[in-house]
C-alpha cells in the first residue's frame, strides 16, 4: 500500500492553521503522514489584545502556540530557524537574522533537506504573491518552489543528504478574488478603505486573491472543521478563534467556507481543471527531477 506524504512550508507560526489547516488536519486523519515546516519565529508579527506588553516574549509565546496547534493538526513539526521579517516596510525587514536577508540558497538547502528526509509525494507552500505581499510568504514561496526541482537533482547540493528525491506535485495555498471583490462590497458599503485593512492597516484588499480560473485543487475539509478551528483557537496571540464568522450559523460556514483551494505549480495545470485530492494520480515511484518554472 502506497505511504502518503506531505510536506507543507509556510512562513509563520499560524500560517498552518489559519490558512490550510482544514486540509492539514484531513489528511492527517486520513492515514497521510503530514508534515509541516514553519520558516520563522512569528517574532515580529502584531498582537491580539491583551498581549500588547508581550512584545519580548512574542516568539516563545508563537513557539508553544505553534506546537498545540501542530499537535491537534495531526501533523509532524520542523523549524526552518529564522526570525519574522514582519510586513513591508517593517523595520523588522532590515534585522540580520529576518528571513528575507538569508542567504538564499542556503535557505534552499535546508528544504532540499527536509524534501530527501521525508520524501514527500506531494509540497504545498505560499503563492508568489505570498497570499497578501507578505514578503515572508513570497521568499518562502521562492525558496521551496527552488527546492522542490532541485532535490531530486543529484547535481545540485550533493553534500545534502539523504539521496535526491523528487516529489510528484507542487501545489500553492490561493484563493478566490471572487470571495476578495464580495468582501470589498461589504466594507465599502460599511464607510471603510479596502485598501487600508490590517491591524496596521497597511493591507490592499484590492491587489488580493486569484482569478478563479487559476484554482486546480479544491480540498473539503466540512468534516474537519472542528478540528482547524481548535488549532487557530491554539495562537491566542494572533487572534486565533475570533473574527466575524462568530455571527454566522456554524451550518451555514461550513457550506461558505469549508473549502481550502490551491493552484497546482506542478505538473502544470491546464485553467479549469478542478482536483479534490492533492493526491490524485500520485503513483508509487519518484519522478526525475523536472525544469525550474523560477
Same mark, same amino acid.
Given at each position: ?18 490558512? @490550510? #489547516? ?22 515580529? #508579527? ?30 509532524? @513539526? ?19 537574522? %529576518?528571513?528575507?536577508? %538569508? ?7 535546508? !528544504?532540499? $533537506? @527536509?524534501?530527501?528526509?521525508?520524501? *514527500?509525494?506531494?509540497? !504545498?507552500? &505560499? ?6 505581499? &507578505? ?6 514561496? =521562492?525558496?521551496?518552489?527552488? %527546492?522542490?526541482?532541485?532535490? #531530486?537533482?543529484?547535481? /545540485? ?23 476578495? =471583490?464580495?468582501?470589498?462590497?461589504? @466594507? ?12 496596521? =492597516? ?19 475539509? $466540512? ?11 491554539? &495562537?491566542?496571540? /494572533? ?9 454566522? *450559523? ?16 506542478? *505538473? ?27
Amino acid at each position: 500500500m502506497l505511504e502518503k506524504r506531505l510536506l507543507a512550508v509556510l512562513a509563520h507560526p499560524d500560517d498552518e492553521s489559519f490558512g @490550510l #489547516g482544514g486540509t492539514l488536519a484531513r489528511y492527517a486523519a486520513e492515514g497521510v503522514d503530514v508534515h509541516i515546516a514553519i520558516a520563522t519565529d512569528g517574532a515580529a #508579527g502584531s498582537v491580539a489584545e491583551g498581549f500588547e506588553n508581550a512584545r519580548e516574549e512574542l516568539a516563545a509565546i508563537r513557539a508553544k502556540e505553534l506546537e498545540a496547534a501542530v499537535r491537534i493538526l495531526g501533523g509532524k @513539526l520542523h523549524m526552518l530557524g529564522y526570525r519574522d521579517s514582519g510586513y513591508i516596510n517593517d523595520p523588522a525587514n532590515e534585522h540580520p537574522d %529576518a528571513f528575507i536577508q %538569508a542567504d538564499e540558497k542556503e535557505a534552499v538547502g535546508r !528544504v532540499v $533537506r @527536509l524534501i530527501r528526509q521525508i520524501r *514527500p509525494q506531494v509540497v !504545498v507552500t &505560499h503563492d508568489e504573491t505570498g497570499g497578501y505581499f &507578505h514578503p515572508d510568504h513570497i521568499f518562502c514561496w =521562492k525558496i521551496t518552489t527552488t %527546492a522542490f526541482y532541485a532535490a #531530486g537533482d543529484p547535481e /545540485q547540493f550533493p553534500d545534502i543528504g539523504p539521496a535526491p528525491y523528487q516529489p510528484q506535485k507542487l501545489y500553492y495555498s490561493v484563493f478566490s478574488n471572487r470571495w476578495v =471583490k464580495f468582501y470589498i462590497f461589504l @466594507l465599502r458599503l460599511r464607510g471603510q478603505d479596502p485598501t487600508r485593512m490590517g491591524r496596521n =492597516k497597511d493591507i490592499d484588499f484590492t491587489k488580493i486573491g486569484v482569478s478563479p480560473s487559476q484554482i486546480h485543487a479544491r480540498i473539503d475539509y $466540512r468534516d474537519y472543521w472542528d478540528v482547524k478551528r481548535q488549532a487557530s483557537a491554539c &495562537h491566542s496571540s /494572533q487572534g486565533g478563534g475570533t473574527g466575524f464568522t462568530r455571527l454566522v *450559523p456554524v451550518w451555514a460556514q461550513k457550506r461558505l467556507f469549508g473549502h481550502e483551494t490551491y493552484m497546482r505549480a506542478y *505538473p502544470p495545470a491546464q485553467n479549469g481543471l478542478r482536483e479534490t485530492d492533492l493526491f490524485a494520480g500520485i503513483t508509487a515511484e519518484s519522478q526525475p527531477a523536472p525544469t525550474s518554472q523560477l
